[in-house]
């Protein structure tokens, strides 16, 4: 049957809604690859119930690729249920059960007028080519050093077995947390290894937190814009999120001043160094302001250092740390290894108060007893070795390369880096226009964008949008802006 024939009977293939675009280097099979995006677009209904999908020499035609691979894609898909084959006639999206109706409302769900935190965090873990995700948080793979992480893994697997058998301590792996004082000190915060908890990344730390200090009704500060995915963590536990206006040299410190007077939050939760998302870091005139602030109205800080070793911390770019300042008083400090060595290594870490330690490593006791030991020994063999420097500075070396490269290409397809900084992995554009809009047409094109509403506890509609300058490589990633943009 001729395509014009196909446009009169209503079955067109689905051509234009399978993957444009498939990567021999992303680690995943061509038929994996192919398998996830024709799932993922029946998810979320791009691929409605009935659609006729390109016939097998269609598909391998057009994507470059063997008809093996295509058959073996489209078995797995009929095997579970996204697709028939009907005889004679290709293959076609299943009508969906019952058991999937609510997987298909949710779907709806994630079109951009409903964008929520959960459809972001649930497209990151679509395994789209890292290229094609400049909306994620994370370093490509290709940017990391799996050796490294799995040099680790093999060296304790050859110590004493019986050691990894057991539960950990509680506090954490002893070693690693004074490995973590000696880092500590070099950002001139002192803190001895009883002051330290370690936990499964900086997530599993501000639940901690705010477990222990709030109780529903009472209310936490943020950043605005900040780190999404804690605002709907707070609210689970019933605190009200208020967020604080970001300035390019931190917090708005009249505002910060007023709603303090007026909210008495427990706690401000801050990124003081390479902010996400703006990348931008705090003065050592608004450190000391913000400090003096809390002291007067009698909030704790917590301060989230997850991005501290993207920045080079030289006489140029210096980085104020408050629990510098306040050597971990009324200041907790945050820190972790997953944005810098693997996302899957979730080792994270709390330092303060030794008392405050005890007891936020009784709190962690009852909801996990312990972290994974063995995730720290890695960790610590990578530090104690020396071989961590290094290799965040090839990392920071990597970001340098392209930033400048980025911001250029950005700004001549008409978007507005007008917050870009010299360190960090983000980029807070402004793109004049609702980028939930531009998300949803993004996501037709199997590109993941971070809109600008999602980094406000508001969720209000933003022009702004965040940009991870590692995972820009992809021409068609550029050429998709650059044709919303310009129109």
Same mark, same amino acid.
């Given at each position: 049957? &001729?395509?014009?024939?196909?446009?009169?009977?209503?079955?067109?293939?689905?051509?234009?809604?399978?993957?444009?675009?498939?990567?021999?280097?992303?680690?995943?099979?061509?038929?994996?690859?192919?398998?996830? @995006?024709?799932? /993922?677009?029946?998810?979320?209904?791009?691929?409605? $119930?009935?659609?006729?999908?390109?016939?097998?020499?269609?598909?391998?035609?057009?994507?470059?690729? $063997?008809?093996? &691979?295509?058959?073996? /894609?489209?078995?797995?898909?009929?095997?579970?249920?996204?697709?028939?084959?009907?005889?004679?006639?290709?293959?076609?999206?299943?009508?969906? @059960?019952?058991?999937? /109706?609510?997987?298909?409302?949710?779907?709806?769900?994630?079109?951009?007028?409903?964008?929520?935190?959960?459809?972001?965090?649930?497209?990151?873990?679509?395994?789209?080519?890292?290229?094609?995700?400049?909306? %994620?948080?994370?370093? !490509?793979?290709?940017?990391?050093?799996?050796?490294?992480?799995?040099?680790?893994?093999?060296?304790?697997?050859?110590?004493?077995?019986?050691?990894?058998?057991?539960?950990?301590?509680?506090?954490?792996?002893?070693?690693?947390?004074?490995?973590?004082?000696?880092?500590?000190?070099?950002?001139?915060?002192?803190?001895?290894?009883?002051?330290?908890?370690?936990?499964?990344?900086?997530?599993?730390?501000?639940?901690?937190?705010?477990?222990?200090?709030?109780?529903?009704?009472?209310?936490?500060?943020?950043?605005?814009?900040?780190?999404?995915?804690?605002?709907? %963590?707070?609210?689970?536990?019933?605190?009200?999120?208020?967020?604080? !206006?970001?300035?390019?040299?931190?917090?708005?410190?009249?505002?910060? /001043?007023?709603?303090?007077?007026?909210?008495?939050?427990?706690?401000?939760?801050?990124?003081?160094?390479?902010?996400?998302?703006?990348?931008? %870091?705090?003065?050592?005139?608004?450190?000391?302001?913000?400090?003096?602030?809390?002291?007067?109205?009698?909030?704790?800080?917590?301060?989230?250092?997850?991005?501290?070793?993207?920045?080079?911390?030289?006489?140029?770019?210096?980085? &104020?740390?408050?629990?510098?300042?306040?050597?971990?008083?009324?200041?907790?400090?945050?820190?972790?290894?997953?944005?810098?060595?693997?996302?899957?290594?979730?080792?994270?870490?709390?330092?303060?108060?030794?008392?405050?330690?005890?007891?936020?490593?009784?709190?962690?006791?009852? %909801?996990?007893?312990?972290?994974?030991?063995?995730?720290?020994?890695?960790?610590?063999?990578?530090?104690?070795?020396?071989?961590?420097?290094?290799?965040?500075?090839?990392?920071?070396?990597?970001?340098?390369?392209?930033?400048?490269? &980025?911001?250029?290409?950005?700004?001549?397809?008409?978007?507005?880096?007008?917050?870009?900084? !010299?360190?960090?992995?983000?980029?807070?554009?402004?793109?004049?226009?609702?980028?939930?809009?531009?998300?949803?047409?993004?996501?037709?094109?199997?590109?993941?964008?971070?809109?600008?509403?999602?980094?406000?506890? $508001?969720?209000?509609? $933003?022009?702004?949008?965040?940009?991870?300058?590692?995972?820009?490589?992809?021409?068609?990633?550029?050429?998709?802006?650059?044709?919303?943009?310009?129109?």
């Amino acid at each position: 049957m &001729t395509n014009t024939a196909l446009r009169k009977n209503g079955a067109r293939p689905a051509l234009a809604s399978v993957p444009q675009v498939l990567s021999r280097d992303s680690g995943q099979s061509l038929v994996e690859q192919i398998v996830r @995006s024709v799932q /993922a677009r029946i998810d979320d209904r791009l691929l409605r $119930s009935g659609t006729r999908m390109p016939s097998i020499r269609q598909f391998a035609d057009l994507h470059g690729v $063997s008809r093996f &691979t295509v058959v073996e /894609a489209y078995d797995r898909l009929v095997a579970q249920g996204f697709l028939e084959s009907r005889r004679g006639s290709g293959f076609y999206v299943r009508e969906r @059960s019952s058991m999937t /109706a609510a997987t298909d409302r949710q779907a709806a769900d994630s079109k951009p007028q409903q964008i929520d935190v959960v459809w972001l965090v649930r497209n990151m873990f679509r395994q789209y080519p890292a290229e094609k995700m400049p909306g %994620s948080g994370l370093l !490509p793979n290709s940017w990391l050093d799996g050796e490294l992480v799995a040099n680790g893994l093999r060296a304790i697997s050859r110590q004493n077995q019986n050691l990894l058998l057991g539960y950990g301590n509680p506090q954490g792996f002893l070693p690693l947390r004074q490995q973590l004082q000696l880092k500590l000190a070099e950002m001139e915060i002192a803190a001895a290894p009883g002051q330290f908890v370690t936990t499964s990344g900086v997530t599993h730390a501000l639940d901690l937190i705010a477990r222990h200090f709030t109780q529903p009704g009472d209310t936490i500060f943020v950043d605005d814009p900040a780190w999404f995915l804690m605002f709907g %963590s707070f609210a689970t536990l019933g605190a009200k999120v208020v967020g604080i !206006p970001r300035l390019p040299d931190g917090p708005d410190i009249a505002k910060l /001043a007023e709603l303090a007077a007026v909210h008495k939050p427990k706690l401000f939760v801050i990124n003081s160094v390479l902010h996400n998302p703006t990348s931008t %870091s705090l003065s050592a005139a608004k450190a000391f302001q913000v400090l003096k602030i809390a002291e007067q109205h009698g909030f704790t800080i917590v301060e989230d250092d997850i991005y501290c070793d993207m920045h080079p911390g030289s006489a140029i770019q210096p980085a &104020t740390r408050i629990a510098a300042l306040d050597q971990l008083n009324r200041v907790i400090y945050l820190g972790g290894f997953s944005k810098t060595l693997a996302a899957n290594l979730r080792v994270g870490f709390i330092a303060t108060s030794e008392e405050l330690a005890k007891q936020l490593s009784d709190r962690k006791m009852l %909801s996990a007893l312990t972290t994974t030991e063995i995730g720290e020994r890695v960790v610590y063999k990578i530090l104690s070795e020396g071989h961590y420097r290094k290799h965040v500075e090839r990392l920071r070396g990597k970001l340098d390369h392209v930033r400048d490269k &980025t911001v250029k290409q950005l700004e001549r397809i008409g978007l507005n880096a007008d917050l870009a900084t !010299p360190a960090g992995m983000f980029l807070w554009l402004d793109t004049g226009r609702d980028t939930n809009v531009l998300t949803e047409k993004a996501m037709e094109q199997d590109i993941l964008l971070a809109p600008g509403s999602l980094f406000s506890p $508001s969720q209000l509609p $933003s022009t702004r949008m965040r940009v991870n300058i590692a995972n820009m490589a992809d021409p068609g990633v550029l050429r998709f802006l650059e044709r919303e943009i310009r129109g």
